[in-house]
């Protein structure tokens, strides 16, 4: 199945290249952006970075500079054929070098090592990265697939966080046991941050130290991936029984991911469904929660990277289609209870949007 | 992304190592006749800026600016929201917000001298946007290579370094100590949490799920069947520290003379004399930004092999007795010409 989805990519991906008269594509990726050079070589980079080299004809070279990785890479990416260079601006400028006299891109563009991007090469990388984010964004029926199994591990992991969150536990032991679900049910990668307390919370960050207590709200954002795609879940809980404030504004953020949802559908733009999310907000008199002083994103797409275009924002001019895949997610601070969380998985489809997460939109509840 | 314990200790870790650090590295500043350094943090190249003020970016990525006559500060993409917590697991006395973090430290840096001259740990590998806009924010600024500066000063570990290294060893052997279960899922996972909840920063766990077909390791997705014998290797990050460790899960006499033959050929590094023999060898090792990065191997040869005193990662693979069997630990250098030690057994 895995390599069923690769091939079908790079097929994708080299028709758009002949189309747009790219002879050889570079796709720059590290542990963190990750997303292009899986799309190409079908690999999900750990240590170190990667380019992939794509031709027309839908041949993949891999450089990758971690020894470890480009063994693993030998194993996890057969159709691939990778190359360990401990430089690898340098080895690949070599193998440019060969075919300087074609037309050659990359992407993103702003990745690629200073060396390999600087115009005192013998070749010329064209900007290819608008290119890519398309095929990116818009997904086949497969990738639709993957993401949907995601969501489903999620929701799964979701209720399993509900019986990790305990008062006197850590934040980082309710991420080892996450973590640990996620691996026993042979999911490899999961993005994930949390956040615990009240009105001192402003947002979600890497485990802490912190021990869970009595009328703490937990927030967390859990994003499994299925053969390299990310399907994101946000969901808020309260340790011990839910107090009138919390209750309130919980409400207001259900209502406004009913508003973004509800709003999708193809031809309105990412900044519709922000504002759609917003104005529920503002309804209440909480606008200013809607600034980037409070909230960064009203979500964003999803796929072979955890928070992929388009980015759910008022200034965002992206037009949904669809195949898009996205989570909406009002995301912000609430003066009257603190940050909150709640979010969902949703596939853009000719009718509107099929939600994918099936947990509850509630304010959950557990022993304090 | 990083989603184990990350955070400063004031024990592990005191202000005086950074501060140390830091002098050297403005001495060595002032003799390169640099106004400033800077390098670049993501979460696979975060080893330069974690050495020096201890920040590790769970996400996005960051510029470290080291002026020579100033205090260190951090330009980050990460929203404003999480300045808090930077500051909190890190030792930083300025962080800078803003998405350009390349047009931001370069006008930071101008705003003191238009003409300084600026180092870049790695700047052939800087991202070409970060280069591009740190033309932009300071054009009159003098950029230049600074890598072999910045490994010449961090490549003997020091005391604080080691510790924690053994901490990440200790993390590790405990987590695959743990590796039970009745699937090599269930074992994968055992040792994940294990080494999450002992505060590892990171853990990537790799298998190679039959030594008589594959010696190779692999990320491991869906359900994976084991051989009768098999092996687990375990990449620990500890406080910004890497170390690899590997469990072999065969017949225990030749797991011990595969440990008794590894030891051996530690010892005699940085020489690779030891591993005459091997199948296959490979020694890892932080010079700059890259956690483990190679530095020889049977498959490259002494590309840049380690100095005197610094920590390693060692992987081989041999056969004993008809058997495949990988092998691998951490390893610290002797500094003056001692043999090479391993930091843990790698024996269960």
């Not at chain 1, 759609?276 to 503002?282: G, M, P």
Request: hydrophobic share 45%; glycine share 8%; aromatic share 6%.
């Amino acid at each position: 199945m895995k390599q069923k989805l690769g091939e079908e990519r790079r097929r994708r991906l080299a028709a758009a290249m002949r189309e747009a008269g790219v002879d050889h594509l570079v796709l720059y990726g590290n542990a963190w952006q990750g997303d292009y050079l899986r799309y190409g070589a079908d690999f999900g980079i750990l240590e170190g970075h990667g380019i992939a080299l794509i031709t027309a004809d839908s041949a993949a070279e891999l450089y990758l500079d971690s020894a470890t990785d480009a063994e693993r890479a030998e194993v996890e990416a057969p159709s691939v054929r990778v190359h360990f260079a401990p430089d690898i601006a340098r080895a690949v400028g070599a193998r440019l070098d060969r075919v300087a006299n074609t037309r050659l891109a990359a992407a993103p563009r702003r990745f690629v090592p200073r060396w390999l991007a600087n115009p005192a090469r013998g070749f010329a990388l064209d900007d290819a990265t608008a290119l890519v984010d398309k095929l990116l964004m818009l997904k086949t029926e497969s990738e639709i697939a993957a993401v949907r199994r995601a969501a489903q591990i999620a929701d799964e992991a979701y209720a399993e966080f509900l019986k990790a969150v305990r008062p006197g536990r850590r934040q980082y032991e309710i991420v080892a046991d996450m973590e640990a679900h996620l691996r026993a049910r042979g999911c490899p990668d999961n993005f994930m941050i949390i956040g615990s307390g009240g009105k001192d919370v402003l947002g979600m960050t890497p485990p802490s130290e912190r021990r869970i207590a009595p009328g703490d709200l937990v927030t967390t954002e859990l994003t499994p991936a299925v053969e390299g795609y990310f399907a994101q879940i946000c969901r808020t809980l309260v340790v011990g029984k839910a107090n009138d404030a919390q209750r309130r504004a919980f409400a207001v953020f259900v209502e406004a991911l009913e508003a973004g949802i509800a709003a999708v559908r193809p031809g309105v733009r990412a900044a519709d469904v922000a504002r759609a999310e917003n104005d529920v907000f503002r309804k209440h008199g909480l606008g200013e929660y809607t600034t980037s002083q409070w909230t960064r994103v009203r979500g964003h797409g999803m796929g072979l990277f955890a928070d992929s275009k388009p980015h759910i924002l008022e200034d965002v001019e992206t037009v949904l289609e669809p195949g898009m895949t996205l989570i909406v997610h009002p995301n912000t601070y609430h003066p009257e209870a603190g940050y909150i969380v709640l979010g969902d998985a949703i596939v853009v489809t000719e009718g509107g949007a099929e939600v994918l997460c099936k947990t509850p939109r509630q304010l959950f509840e557990v022993a304090a | 992304m990083r989603r184990g314990l990350i955070s400063r200790s004031p024990v592990e870790l005191p202000d005086a190592v950074f501060d140390a650090r830091l002098d050297r590295m403005r001495a060595a500043m002032r003799d390169a006749k640099l106004n400033a350094l800077v390098i670049y943090t993501n979460n696979t190249r975060p080893a330069g800026v974690s050495w020096l003020v201890g920040f590790v970016p769970y996400w996005s990525e960051a510029l470290l600016v080291v002026p020579r006559d100033g205090a260190p500060y951090l330009v980050v993409a990460l929203s404003f929201r999480v300045k808090t917590w930077i500051e909190r697991v890190s030792r930083i006395g300025e962080v800078l917000h803003n998405p350009r973090v390349g047009l931001k430290a370069a006008q930071q840096i101008a705003s003191v001298q238009k003409n300084a001259a600026v180092g870049i740990v790695d700047f052939d590998g800087l991202p070409a946007g970060i280069a591009d806009d740190l033309r932009e924010g300071g054009p009159n600024l003098v950029l230049s290579e600074a890598g072999p500066l910045f490994a010449g000063l961090r490549a003997k570990a020091d005391p604080a370094e080691i510790a924690l290294a053994s901490k990440a060893a200790a993390i590790a052997h405990r987590a695959l100590a743990r590796a039970r279960g009745g699937s090599l899922n269930a074992m994968i996972a055992a040792a994940e949490q294990q080494a999450r909840l002992d505060g590892a920063e990171e853990i990537y766990v790799a298998a190679a799920a039959d030594l008589a077909r594959d010696m190779r390791f692999m990320r491991i997705e869906g359900e994976a069947a084991s051989g009768k014998s098999f092996a687990l290797r375990a990449t620990v990050a500890y406080k910004g520290t890497w170390v690899r460790l590997v469990r072999a899960f065969c017949d225990l006499e030749i797991a011990r003379k595969a440990a008794a033959r590894f030891a051996q050929a530690v010892a005699q590094l940085p020489s690779d004399r030891g591993f005459a023999g091997f199948t296959s060898w490979l020694v890892e090792g932080c010079r700059t930004t890259q956690p483990l990065e190679p530095l020889m191997g049977s498959r490259f040869g002494a590309a840049n092999p380690p100095s005197p005193g610094a920590l390693v990662s060692v992987q081989g693979f041999l056969t004993i007795d008809g058997h495949a069997v990988p092998v691998g630990a951490p390893a610290l250098l002797g500094a003056q010409g001692e043999a090479a030690s391993l930091l843990i057994d790698p024996s269960w």
